[in-house]
């Protein structure tokens, strides 16, 4: 226990934390943060009794799905979280966690202030609506996929952001424009590509994904542009639209949502893996095809043949994933309780995942996945986990911990798994595409309910 607290401290810069015991011997993970019901940071008690008594701020109502740490050049690192509007008494949808607790309950602050998360229905240029995942790429830059909708109610367009960490200051605003979006288009997960991260960082792309229309944006970050692509690999499976875990069912259709980036290698190709989180297959995209916006001027599904899906399935869904520089992806299986591996070099299906860790309590759907490298150059995995079945069944109760962050050390778990070794340099084989198509039912958005185009100057930080 003191040797951990100790490397969280000394790895993290995270040492004012409450560290929770491990719930075995050679446990390689550890839950950092975890709450029964998210606390804000409100400037006295009164200000937050007065948002609760409005209906501001319902303490049942909101829920972190992703997670990323920050490691600053000083030691005031920043774990920074996301809390999706999925109705209504949210008050903010993005925060940093700080060192103080509510009813043992970590406080979030709101970030980057208070003043972007109120009002959103005057659809201010400085705000934040509903974020559902984010990413900090390698030039300290933090992208956010703001939905811009509360529950089912588009309040506001769409649109990708991007913060300076070393300032907090917004260098970079996208507005998605209206013909790339269905009215039922929810955007859950951005994977940022940085193709020069050590000369300028001006080569960025953003693939995000539209878990309700079954498609992918692609935002080409320097030019100000984006593109729409569909294809059936981004469909929910219909045979994995009833949800059975902890206890509890319920049925899902939710299309396109995990997603990760083969290790960059200059001068090569890189490879985006996904799949939907309705579904049993994974999926893959050669990037240089998702990035020639020309193929996909006149018809977002020009060419099926570029998508590719692996014969071998998982038995149950998958939320987020992650790949780490040796391109070993990360993932949770859903019915399992457990967290997992996969060597992107071999074939995907049962025989080839690994599970790391498994436990009917803390990892329980593990909804945003990150592999993070540390100061020392060490790499982490880090994840949060939720009672999603109770969130979606309506049965949530606060006064357990519903929700945690947990993190381990890659080295740590991935001795002796079936997972280590680095991929092979071989091409992918062309694997067989779906036969047909699935019908466009539209599912709960992760379970809940050009004219207009907008486009900011692209600008980086400085070192």
Known sequence: ??????????????????ILPKTRAQDPLTTLYQWGN?????????????????????????APIDVDMYYSA???????????????????????ITNRVHNGNPIIAPF???????????????????????????????????????????????????FDLKTNNLIHRYEIPKDQLESTS??????????????????????????????????????????????KTMYPNPFFGNYNFAGYTFDLMDGVLGMDLSPYVPGKDRILYYHALSSGSEQWVYTSHLRNQSMFVDNPSPAPEIFHVYPGQRHTQSAAMAIDKNGIAYFGLVSDLSM??????????????????????????????KVITNKAGKQELWFVTMRFQRMATGTLDTTDK?????????????????????????????????????????GGGYGYDRTSKKSESLQFPSD
Request: glycine share 8%; net charge neutral.
């Open 186 to 231: 929810i955007l859950v997960t951005p994977i940022v590509d940085v193709r020069n991260p050590h000369e300028g960082c001006y080569d960025t792309f953003v693939y995000a994904a539209d878990c309700q229309a079954f498609a992918l944006i692609v935002h080409d970050a320097q030019k100000g542009t984006s593109w729409k692509i569909v294809d």
């Open 74 to 96: 000083g030691n005031h690192h920043k774990v920074f979280v996301s809390i999706p509007r999925f109705q209504n008494g949210i008050p903010a949808t993005f925060g940093t």
């Open 112 to 162: 980057p202030a208070w003043s972007w998360h109120r009002n959103s229905e005057a659809c201010a240029r400085d705000r934040l609506v509903s974020v559902f995942r984010f990413k900090i790429d390698e030039c300290q830059r933090l992208w956010l996929l703001d939905t811009g909708r509360i529950g089912s109610h588009q309040l506001c367009p769409p649109q990708i952001l991007a």
């Open 1 to 18: 226990m003191k040797i951990y607290s100790k490397w969280l401290c000394l790895t993290f810069g995270l040492c004012s934390i409450t």
């Open 340 to 369: 997992n591996c996969w060597n992107t070099g071999t074939e995907y299906g049962p025989s080839n995942i690994g599970q790391i860790a498994r436990d009917p309590v803390r990892l329980q759907f593990p909804s945003g996945v």
């Open 402 to 442: 519903n929700f945690r962050i947990m993190v381990g050390k890659i080295d740590d778990f991935s001795k002796g798994s079936r997972c280590v070794g680095r991929p092979s340099s071989h091409h992918h084989n062309h694997y067989g595409l779906y036969g047909s198509s699935h019908s466009h039912s539209h």
């Open 38 to 62: 998210l606390e804000y940071d409100y400037p006295n008690e009164s200000e937050r009794q007065h948002a609760i008594d409005s209906g501001e701020f319902v303490p049942e109502n909101g």
